[in-house]
Each structure stands twice: as structure tokens, then as C-alpha cells.
């Protein structure tokens, strides 16, 4: 994690922590001095808002330590420890809520609002509204799950201090009172945001599909190589916001030496690293035979009749030897194939068919990046 990456982070955080400490402080106040449930309710919330920038705060100091024996490629997983008790707070905030506003509709009491209520929640949704605005472009800027998830959130609030708003209209004009009813509506959405946090969370953890324009941007960088025929097989292993490390195949031609073909992985290795800051580890090689060959003809053939096949997303790796008899290649088939094997194994026995006397080896990929 660079240094001035964290410095956001801790600052964007800092700045939600006295806004959401001073909003917290106001609506306790108010909340309890109007027997408001929705009110005080709305200041518990604005207090885990609070806790969670300290955790993010936290987290993005052990995810930027440096790297060490024990952990050679860093720190940077434990933001996405760090998403997960900011997610465990806000769910536990939400439980509260929900019981606290159950008990106030078994035993309901009269709120009392004053003109002082009213402009302390005004005064909420916009603050929430400027906060969530400027949190959530920080954390963009960073990719910060927990800077936009804490965006995202300062939002829900503003709609939350809306709704209480609302409520106390309403009661002024009419005499209903809405805020324990709205105390469970509140308590919902929140246990909801925090199933949804905790989700992410536990995505990126897990290994999620690297976004699209991340494979697209290597493979376009490697492809520009004048000596690649194409990119294959790109898998990216994430070790932390901006930290991606994986591996790749490129088809080049056949007759390239040892030599020759070091010179284009070293190439490809700096490239992808100052155009994607992603750092190849690996790099594979096809070899291509050489064009206007019997070879191919035989490709363009075998192309057609795989892909043909409902499932397959891609041949690649093609390589076909004369002198041993052997046909190679590699198929990407959908993970909604039902019987990826099957599949497989009935391509195989066609192929073997079209070209009897030939050894055929076609090697089963996963679709594991786009």
C-alpha cells in the first residue's frame, strides 16, 4: 500500500469520525431529551458509523506494514478483515435497534419534539449528504472498500434522518406517531446493510472474478508486443487493494529461441507492471506454427467444429506437430456447463474421429477471468 494511499484513508476517516462523533453527540442529546426513540436510535448509529472509520483506520495502518518472512507479499488482505468488523458493527447496531424499537411498541411513549429537533435532524441529512458525497469519491479514488462502503453508509443515514424527520412532522401536524414503527423500518435497513457488507467482505476474501477491465487492460498491454500472437490462461491473484500478482500465456512463433523468448517475457513482465501495476510472476508459452502451413488449415478447421459446441468460449494454444503426430490445445468451457468432463471427454472422441492417427491432447480450462 503506498504511503500517500494510507494518508487518505486516514484522513477521509478522521473527518467521519469528528462528524459523526459531534452528530452522535446532538441527537443523544435531543433524542433523550425528547423521549425519541428514532432519535437516540439515529445517534447509536451515528457511534458505529464512527467506530467503524477507527477500524478502517486501523486496518489500513497493519495493510500498508511492509512485507516480511512470514508474509512476503504484505499486509494488504487485512483491510478486507478490517470491511468485515466494520460490517459485524453496523449488524450489530441494527440488532439493537430492532429490539430497543420492539420494546417501545409493546410499551409505547409519547415523544416530545421541539424546534431545536428539528434543526439538529435538518442539520444531519445535510452533513450526512456532504460527508457520504465526499467519503465515497475518496474511497473511489483509493479503492477503498471500507472509505466507499462508509460512503455508501453516511447516505442510507441522511435518507434515515429524512425519514425520522418525517415522523416528527407528522406527529406535530396530526398527533400519529410513526417513530416506533419507523425504529424497526430503521433496524431493518441496517441489519441489511450489514448482511450485505459482510458479504463483501467475506467475496473478497474468498478470490472474486477480477473486474474486467483490470484482465483487459493486461491482455491489451501484453497483445501489443510485437512478438505475441496472444494472451491466454490470465490469472490474478489479489493480495490487497491495488495488489495483484498472477500469471499468463502468450503464443509465439515456434522457431523463437530460448533466448529470443526470455527477451519477450522479460518485456511483457515490465510492461504490465508500469502500464497495470500488476506484477506477472509467470509467463507460459505457446508456440505458433509457422503461417501458410498445413497447420493452418487444420486449426481453422478444428476451431470451427469445437466452438460449435454449446459451452465453449474459446480455443487457444494451438500447436500441430507432423513429425509426432500430435494436435494440441486448450478449450475454455462455461461454468454453467453441467458436465464439464462429459463435454470434454465427447470433443476429444470427435476430434479423434475427424483425425484418426493423430494424438489428440486438449487441455480443460476455467473461464477464470474475462
Do not use: W
Not at 448509529?45 to 511492509?66: E, M, P, Y
Not at 488482505?77 to 460490517?87: G, H, K, N, P, T
Not at 526470455?262 to 508500469?274: F, G, L, N, P
Request: hydrophobic residues 45%.
Amino acid at each position: 500500500m503506498s504511503s500517500e494511499r494510507q494518508k487518505v484513508i486516514v484522513r477521509t476517516s478522521v473527518i467521519g469520525i469528528v462528524a459523526n462523533v459531534i452528530l452522535a453527540a446532538f441527537k443523544a442529546f435531543v433524542g433523550l431529551a425528547g423521549n425519541s426513540l428514532a432519535i437516540t436510535l439515529d445517534a447509536v448509529n451515528n457511534l458505529s458509523d464512527a467506530l467503524s472509520s477507527i477500524v478502517t483506520i486501523i486496518g489500513a495502518r497493519l495493510a500498508g506494514k511492509a512485507p516480511d518472512r512470514k508474509h512476503p507479499l504484505g499486509h494488504g488482505r487485512i483491510e478486507y478483515m478490517s470491511q468485515l468488523i466494520v460490517a459485524a458493527i453496523v449488524l450489530y447496531a441494527g440488532v439493537t435497534a430492532f429490539v430497543e424499537s420492539f420494546k417501545k411498541i409493546l410499551n409505547p411513549e409519547t415523544p416530545e419534539y421541539s424546534k431545536l429537533t428539528l434543526i439538529v435532524l435538518v442539520s444531519a441529512i445535510v452533513v450526512k449528504l456532504v460527508l457520504g458525497t465526499y467519503v465515497k469519491k475518496k474511497g473511489q479514488e483509493v479503492n477503498s472498500g471500507s472509505l466507499v462502503a462508509s460512503g455508501s453508509d453516511a447516505f442510507f443515514d441522511a435518507v434515515l434522518s429524512l425519514s425520522v424527520l418525517i415522523a416528527a412532522i407528522v406527529f406535530l401536524t396530526t398527533g400519529v406517531n410513526l417513530e416506533h414503527y419507523l425504529g424497526l423500518l430503521i433496524s431493518f435497513e441496517i441489519v441489511k446493510s450489514g448482511i450485505e457488507m459482510i458479504s463483501d467482505a467475506v467475496n473478497e476474501m474468498l478470490g472474486m472474478r477480477v473486474e474486467s477491465s483490470i484482465t483487459k487492460g493486461v491482455r491489451a498491454t501484453i497483445e501489443k508486443d510485437d512478438d505475441v500472437y496472444g494472451a491466454y490462461d490470465l490469472i490474478l491473484h489479489n493480495y490487497g487493494p491495488e495488489k495483484y500478482m498472477g500469471s499468463v500465456h502468450v503464443e509465439v512463433d515456434e522457431a523463437m529461441t530460448a533466448q529470443q523468448i526470455d527477451k519477450v517475457t522479460r518485456r511483457i513482465q515490465e510492461a504490465v507492471y508500469r502500464e497495470n501495476h500488476v506484477v506477472i510472476t509467470t509467463v507460459g508459452i505457446y508456440s505458433k506454427n509457422c503461417a501458410g502451413s498445413k497447420a493452418q488449415e487444420i486449426r481453422e478447421s478444428i476451431t470451427k467444429r469445437v466452438t460449435d459446441y454449446d459451452g465453449v468460449l474459446q480455443l487457444h494454444g494451438f500447436y500441430f506437430d507432423e513429425n509426432t503426430k500430435d494436435i494440441r490445445f486448450d478449450i475454455i468451457l462455461d461454468f454453467d456447463v453441467p458436465d464439464r468432463g462429459q463435454l470434454h471427454k465427447k470433443i476429444t472422441e470427435d476430434i479423434q474421429k475427424q483425425y484418426p492417427g493423430y494424438n489428440i491432447h486438449i487441455t480443460l480450462d476455467a473461464d477464470i477471468s474475462d
